[in-house]
């Protein structure tokens, strides 16, 4: 089947621009980084239907081993390759998406500098998000994991001069880092305890042990991959490095959210469901924090006003809410709503890169206004992806997060009803962000600055729509935000690994989640259409809470002043100019006096007077003499 060529087909096209960009048109530039992506695509369609597609041939996992990667002891890991329904599920995603994204970038970034070099970490991220994905162990996934948290922090800060997208990027990798300790300790216990990292080997016997009451191994096990996972997938308290993440570009900003990084924490968990369903008190876990994180995030969408920040927040929204499908044992809701996202969130970032591409950079939406008779696609288009995304019945966002939210009913029925609040809010933030972009009059002559990655200022511009290379994914992504839930059924797909648990859901439970979600449209366009004052006398009312959330709660600020700071000042204080600077510095700074001094006093004895060699030799001859004869006496 040659799995390995769905990853290395972009890996060819990094080695490609990257060793040779410099030196190439530009056509051929797009030629390799989308065509490298595009083929990847066309190899998953032939892989699966040599499979038999998603019916009878993937009823089994299908896997490849290419050689021996480390082998000591007991430890035997190899290089291998796997797909299965899951894994198929999100190859589609990861190519399909990225394929688009790709093609909408050769646009977006057409007048950048370091073109060949953004497009040769572009197809570098889509190798490793591959990687994690087709991993047949936990190492090899981590690889991937790894992989992907490098390639964020060199796209993430890809306007390297300029210091709030470097902020941004280490932000992005340091916070990664804490999550992949967790990570690595999981393994280890993994390891430990199963004598393996493999799979099929692990899973298979955690399948016949007892479901743990209360904690043990496999809780300890399924916490610490949950850390990892927070930390990809942004979940509290591990969630700050996404916002900051639109620094970069707005392709790599929608690659991240829609289709590569942010869904590798969910995936990890979904394929380490064994482990989690044997440990109730993890999963419990799992959906409370998913839960504080979708309704959290939302709150804080609802008082942005960069575009860009605003749909970063939804992403950190709805990843609780896949977090939540999770938590409740509805796996493949939780995947469901994973690609469901993948196309209206990739749709709603790309539309917003042409929005803002079509303002000459600007991202505060204040600025922006009446943009539907300037830019009638990306209107209708971004019209779509956030009726997906607001619940609008039979779109694809409404298909799979009614199901986690039906779920979560019969887990607790406390949490759907925050998670139905939490759904009423993303439908009113993300509509006024529609609302404030396309509808009243354009305001961007008003008033103008540098939003954007250090471009230059522009005045007295008029918005313009954006050209083919943008606009054909925009309608793509479009359509499948309407309707791609039809396209690809996943929780039938994904049944016989997570079989459909068939409840006796209430009818109501999914009236009052449309009835939700169309109050919260409606909300907008009456605070940011009909009546655009309401929402100010709300903020003069409401100052102090709005302050707060305005500012995020502060919650970076206490991140700085209670980790940052201290770390900082104590590497500074103690680490430095205690420990380094008199300590180490001190001790081999006195070796090197004392050596001096010693030297310096040696040194009178080379003078260079053949009376004074003279008058040390008798000297010595003297003390040789003295010596012998005290020694002669003492015997």
Same mark, same amino acid.
């Given at each position: 089947?040659?799995?390995?060529?769905?990853?290395?087909?972009?890996?060819?096209?990094?080695?490609?621009?990257?060793?040779?960009?410099?030196?190439?048109?530009?056509?051929?530039?797009?030629?390799?980084?989308?065509?490298?992506?595009?083929?990847?695509?066309?190899?998953?369609?032939?892989?699966?239907?040599?499979?038999?597609?998603?019916?009878?041939?993937?009823?089994?996992?299908?896997?490849?081993?290419?050689?021996?990667?480390?082998?000591?002891?007991?430890?035997?890991?190899?290089?291998?390759?796997?797909?299965?329904?899951?894994?198929?599920?999100?190859?589609?995603?990861? %190519?399909?998406?990225?394929?688009? /994204?790709?093609?909408?970038?050769?646009?977006?970034? @057409?007048?950048?500098?370091?073109?060949?070099?953004?497009?040769?970490?572009?197809?570098?991220?889509?190798?490793?998000?591959?990687?994690?994905?087709?991993?047949?162990?936990?190492?090899?996934?981590?690889?991937?994991?790894?992989?992907?948290?490098?390639?964020?922090?060199?796209?993430?800060?890809? &306007?390297?001069?300029?210091?709030?997208?470097?902020?941004?990027?280490?932000?992005?990798?340091?916070?990664?880092?804490?999550?992949?300790?967790?990570?690595?300790?999981?393994?280890?216990? /993994?390891?430990?305890?199963?004598?393996?990292?493999?799979?099929?080997?692990?899973?298979?016997? =955690?399948?016949?042990?007892?479901?743990?009451?209360?904690?043990?191994?496999?809780?300890?096990?399924?916490?610490?991959?949950?850390?990892?996972?927070?930390?990809?997938?942004?979940?509290?308290?591990? &969630?700050?490095?996404?916002?900051?993440?639109?620094?970069?570009?707005?392709?790599?900003?929608?690659?991240?959210?829609?289709? %590569?990084?942010?869904?590798?924490?969910?995936?990890?968990?979904?394929?380490?469901?064994?482990?989690?369903?044997?440990?109730?008190?993890?999963?419990?876990?799992?959906? =409370?924090?998913?839960?504080?994180?979708?309704?959290?995030?939302?709150?804080?969408?609802?008082?942005?006003?960069?575009?860009?920040?605003?749909?970063?927040?939804?992403?950190?929204?709805?990843?609780?809410?896949?977090?939540?499908?999770?938590?409740?044992?509805?796996?493949?809701?939780?995947?469901?709503?994973?690609?469901?996202?993948?196309?209206?969130?990739?749709?709603?970032?790309?539309?917003?890169?042409?929005?803002?591409?079509?303002?000459?950079?600007?991202?505060?939406?204040?600025?922006?206004?009446? $943009?539907?008779?300037?830019?009638?696609?990306?209107?209708?288009?971004?019209?779509?992806?956030?009726? @997906?995304?607001?619940?609008?019945?039979?779109?694809?966002?409404?298909?799979?997060?009614?199901?986690?939210?039906?779920?979560?009913?019969?887990?607790?029925?406390?949490?759907?009803? =925050?998670?139905?609040? %939490?759904?009423?809010?993303?439908?009113?933030?993300?509509?006024?962000?529609?609302?404030?972009?396309?509808?009243?009059?354009?305001?961007?002559?008003?008033?103008?600055?540098?939003?954007?990655?250090?471009?230059?200022?522009?005045?007295?511009? %008029?918005?313009?729509?954006?050209?083919?290379?943008?606009?054909?994914?925009?309608?793509?992504?479009?359509?499948?935000?309407?309707?791609?839930?039809? $396209?690809?059924?996943?929780?039938? /797909?994904?049944?016989?690994?997570?079989?459909?648990?068939?409840?006796? @859901?209430?009818?109501?439970?999914? &009236?009052?989640?449309?009835?939700?979600?169309?109050?919260?449209?409606?909300?907008?366009?009456?605070?940011?259409?009909?009546?655009?004052?309401?929402?100010?006398? /709300?903020?003069?009312?409401?100052?102090?809470? &709005?302050?707060?959330?305005?500012?995020?709660?502060?919650?970076?600020?206490?991140?700085?002043?209670?980790?940052?700071?201290?770390?900082?000042?104590?590497?500074?204080?103690?680490?430095?100019?205690?420990?380094?600077?008199?300590?180490?510095?001190?001790?081999?700074?006195?070796?090197?006096?004392?050596?001096?001094?010693?030297?310096?006093? $040696?040194?009178?004895?080379?003078?260079?007077?053949?009376?004074?060699?003279?008058?040390?030799?008798?000297?010595?001859?003297?003390?040789?003499? =003295?010596?012998?004869?005290?020694?002669?006496?003492?015997?």
């Amino acid at each position: 089947m040659q799995l390995w060529l769905i990853p290395i087909l972009p890996f060819l096209g990094f080695l490609i621009n990257g060793l040779f960009g410099k030196r190439l048109p530009k056509t051929i530039i797009n030629a390799v980084a989308v065509g490298s992506v595009l083929l990847s695509f066309l190899w998953v369609v032939k892989s699966l239907n040599a499979l038999g597609g998603f019916s009878g041939g993937l009823e089994e996992t299908y896997t490849e081993h290419y050689f021996t990667w480390i082998k000591s002891g007991a430890l035997d890991i190899g290089v291998d390759f796997s797909i299965d329904r899951l894994t198929s599920i999100m190859l589609m995603i990861v %190519t399909g998406i990225g394929t688009l /994204i790709h093609l909408y970038a050769t646009g977006y970034m @057409a007048h950048e500098s370091g073109y060949y070099r953004f497009f040769a970490y572009l197809n570098l991220f889509m190798f490793f998000m591959l990687t994690l994905v087709l991993g047949g162990n936990f190492l090899l996934l981590f690889v991937g994991w790894e992989g992907v948290g490098l390639c964020s922090y060199l796209l993430i800060g890809f &306007y390297f001069t300029e210091k709030f997208a470097t902020d941004a990027g280490n932000k992005a990798f340091i916070v990664n880092r804490v999550g992949d300790f967790g990570f690595a300790l999981a393994m280890f216990l /993994i390891y430990v305890n199963f004598n393996s990292l493999d799979f099929k080997t692990v899973f298979t016997q =955690v399948g016949v042990m007892p479901i743990e009451t209360s904690a043990g191994v496999l809780t300890a096990i399924s916490l610490l991959l949950l850390v990892g996972a927070c930390g990809k997938s942004a979940q509290i308290p591990l &969630y700050v490095w996404l916002p900051d993440a639109m620094a970069g570009p707005t392709p790599v900003s929608a690659l991240i959210h829609a289709a %590569t990084m942010v869904t590798a924490g969910v995936y990890m968990v979904t394929r380490s469901s064994s482990i989690f369903l044997h440990s109730a008190g993890a999963l419990d876990v799992v959906a =409370v924090i998913g839960l504080a994180t979708a309704f959290f995030a939302a709150t804080i969408g609802l008082t942005q006003f960069d575009i860009k920040k605003v749909y970063a927040y939804s992403t950190v929204s709805q990843l609780g809410f896949m977090f939540l499908g999770l938590g409740v044992g509805a796996f493949s809701a939780g995947i469901f709503h994973v690609m469901t996202h993948a196309f209206f969130k990739a749709l709603l970032f790309l539309g917003a890169g042409s929005v803002i591409h079509g303002c000459h950079h600007e991202q505060d939406m204040r600025k922006m206004g009446g $943009l539907r008779k300037y830019m009638p696609i990306t209107f209708v288009t971004l019209l779509c992806a956030t009726a @997906a995304i607001s619940g609008v019945p039979f779109l694809s966002g409404a298909a799979s997060k009614d199901l986690i939210l039906e779920a979560a009913y019969e887990h607790a029925p406390w949490m759907y009803w =925050v998670g139905v609040f %939490t759904a009423g809010m993303t439908a009113l933030y993300c509509s006024r962000a529609f609302f404030m972009t396309f509808f009243g009059e354009y305001k961007g002559n008003d008033s103008h600055g540098d939003h954007g990655h250090g471009h230059d200022k522009h005045h007295a511009h %008029t918005p313009h729509e954006s050209p083919l290379s943008m606009t054909i994914p925009l309608i793509i992504l479009a359509a499948l935000s309407l309707g791609g839930q039809y $396209l690809f059924n996943v929780p039938h /797909i994904l049944e016989p690994i997570f079989p459909i648990h068939e409840g006796e @859901a209430e009818h109501w439970l999914e &009236y009052v989640i449309i009835a939700v979600g169309l109050g919260g449209i409606a909300l907008a366009y009456v605070f940011y259409v009909v009546a655009p004052g309401i929402p100010d006398g /709300i903020v003069k009312t409401f100052s102090v809470p &709005y302050n707060w959330i305005y500012n995020k709660y502060f919650v970076d600020e206490f991140y700085d002043s209670v980790v940052m700071d201290p770390t900082i000042d104590g590497s500074r204080n103690l680490m430095w100019r205690v420990f380094d600077v008199r300590g180490i510095d001190g001790i081999a700074n006195g070796l090197g006096t004392l050596a001096h001094a010693g030297g310096s006093l $040696l040194r009178k004895a080379q003078s260079g007077y053949i009376r004074n060699y003279a008058a040390w030799v008798v000297a010595g001859a003297i003390v040789v003499i =003295v010596w012998v004869g005290l020694k002669g006496g003492v015997q």
